[in-house]
C-alpha cells in the first residue's frame, strides 16, 4: 500500500481528521500507485484548510509534524528575514545553491530504507502526448479543455504575469542520490537554500530568463504551523492580486511524497539531454456539483492541460498523469490557479531545482502563446 508521508506524518492535535480513499491502479504522489502490483493509498482531509475550503474527497493533507529536535537548530538554519514577508525579487543566494545538511551525522547504527527510482505513467484517461489521472466521476473533454482560449492574454510588460507561492514552503528534498535514505531523514527544512522555495526561484528565473516576470513569494506559510497554511496563503496570493492586477497565472509550487508500508520511498524521474530531472504532477480540482465557490475550474483545467501538453512536447517524460479530482486547495481564487508538485522528498534538491528551470520555460510558452 502507498503513504504519502504527509498522511503518515499527520499530526495537527484534535484538529486533524484523516479520511482513507481508496482508488483504482494509478501512479504516485497524491494518486494510487503502481509499482509491480496494485497498490492502494490512505490520503487526508484538508486540515490545513479553513471550514470552507475543506474537501469532501480526494484531499491533500497539511497536517505534517515538526522534527521531535527542532528546538535545538541552530539559528543559521533560519534567516528570519525573508520568512514573513513576501517578496517579488528573491536573493540570488536562493538560486541553484546546493547544501549538505547531512554530513556531519552519525548513521552508524541507523536503519536505512530503500529509495527507488520510476518514471510514472500509469493513468485511466489519456490526449495526444499526455496522460491524466481522473478521480471524479466526471469525463472531462480533454481535448476540448486542450483547444479552448485561455481567459487571458500575454503583455509586454515588466509587470508581473505570474506569481509562484509556497503554502508548504519547509517541504524539501534529498542531499545526494543514495538509492537509500536513513530512518532519521527529515524533508523539512526552513533553510530556503534547501526546500521548494529555492525550486520556485528557479521557475522565476527561467521565466525572467523568457522575458516574462514573476512576482515569487518567499512566506513560510506553513511555519510555525501546517494548520491554517491554505488560509494563509490564500490571504497572500489576494495581496499580490490586488497589488498587481497583470497577475494572470498562480502557481502554487510543493514537493510530493510517496512511501510503501516497507517505508520504501519512490522516487519520480526523467532525463534530458543526459542529466536527471524530477517529474511534476499538476493538480486541478473541480466543482462541477457546487461544492464549493470555485466557478473557474473550466478555466484552469484549460490551463492544466496545456502546461501538460508543453511540457511534454519541450521535455518528454517530464510529467507524471495530471490529477483531476474533488479539491480546490485556493485554485477558486483567480482563474490560471494550480498546484504542482515538483518531485517527492526522495529526489535530490539539485534534481528539483533542475526541473524548476524547465517549468518556467514550459509555463512562459503556454503564456506566450495567448498573444494576439
Known amino acids: 500500500m502507498k503513504i ?15 479520511i482513507s480513499v481508496f482508488g483504482t491502479i494509478s501512479i504516485g504522489g497524491r494518486v494510487d500507485s503502481f509499482i ?39 539559528s543559521s538554519d533560519k ?19 546546493d547544501t549538505d545538511t547531512d554530513t556531519d551525522t552519525d548513521h552508524t547504527f541507523e536503519t536505512t530504507y ?8 500509469e493513468s485511466n484517461m489519456s490526449c495526444g502526448n499526455f496522460y491524466v489521472k481522473n478521480a471524479t466521476d466526471l469525463t472531462p473533454d480533454l ?15 515588466a509587470e508581473p504575469q505570474v506569481l509562484i507561492v509556497h503554502t508548504h514552503a519547509t517541504e524539501s528534498y534529498m542531499d545526494s542520490d543514495l538509492g537509500y535514505y536513513y530512518e532519521s531523514f527529515y524533508p523539512r527544512s526552513d533553510d530556503d537554500r534547501e526546500n521548494v522555495v529555492s525550486v520556485g526561484e528557479a521557475i522565476t528565473e527561467s521565466l525572467k530568463a523568457e522575458g516574462v516576470t514573476a512576482a515569487h513569494s518567499l512566506k513560510h506559510h506553513d511555519d510555525p504551523s501546517y494548520l491554517g ?26 514537493r510530493d511524497s510517496i512511501t510503501t508500508d516497507e517505508n520504501e520511498k519512490i522516487k519520480p524521474t526523467f532525463v534530458f539531454g543526459g542529466e536527471k530531472a524530477a517529474q511534476i504532477m499538476i493538480m486541478c480540482g473541480n466543482d462541477n456539483y457546487g461544492y464549493y465557490d470555485f466557478d473557474c475550474w473550466e478555466q484552469n483545467m484549460s490551463l492544466a492541460v496545456k502546461l501538460q501538453s508543453k ?27 494550480l498546484l504542482i508538485e515538483i518531485g517527492t522528498d526522495a529526489n535530490t534538491h539539485e534534481e528539483a531545482v533542475r ?9 512562459a510558452a503556454v503564456l506566450k502563446s495567448t498573444a494576439d
Open 4 to 18: 504519502s508521508e504527509k498522511i503518515r506524518r499527520a499530526a495537527v492535535g484534535t484538529a486533524a481528521v484523516l
Open 36 to 74: 509491480g502490483k496494485e497498490h492502494s493509498r490512505k490520503t487526508a482531509a484538508g486540515l490545513a484548510m479553513s471550514d470552507k475550503q475543506t474537501q469532501s474527497s480526494f484531499n491533500r493533507s497539511a497536517a505534517d509534524s515538526k522534527p521531535k529536535d527542532d528546538s535545538d537548530k541552530s
Open 79 to 97: 534567516s528570519s528575514s525573508d520568512k514573513s514577508s513576501d517578496s517579488d525579487t528573491p536573493g540570488s543566494d536562493l538560486s541553484n545553491t
Open 114 to 121: 530503500l529509495v527507488t527510482e520510476s518514471l510514472y505513467r
Open 143 to 157: 481535448r476540448g479543455y486542450l483547444t479552448a482560449d485561455l481567459p487571458f492574454q500575454y503583455e509586454e510588460t
Open 229 to 254: 497554511a491554505y488560509d494563509s496563503s490564500a490571504e497572500t496570493i489576494n495581496n499580490y492580486l490586488e497589488r498587481y492586477p497583470s497577475i494572470k497565472i498562480i502557481l502554487d509550487i510543493h
Open 311 to 337: 511540457a511534454e512536447e519541450l521535455y518528454p517524460g517530464m510529467t507524471r498523469p495530471l490529477y483531476f479530482g474533488n479539491f480546490m486547495y485556493n485554485m477558486n481564487l483567480a482563474p490560471g490557479s
Open 355 to 363: 526541473t524548476g528551470s524547465y517549468l518556467g520555460k514550459v509555463v
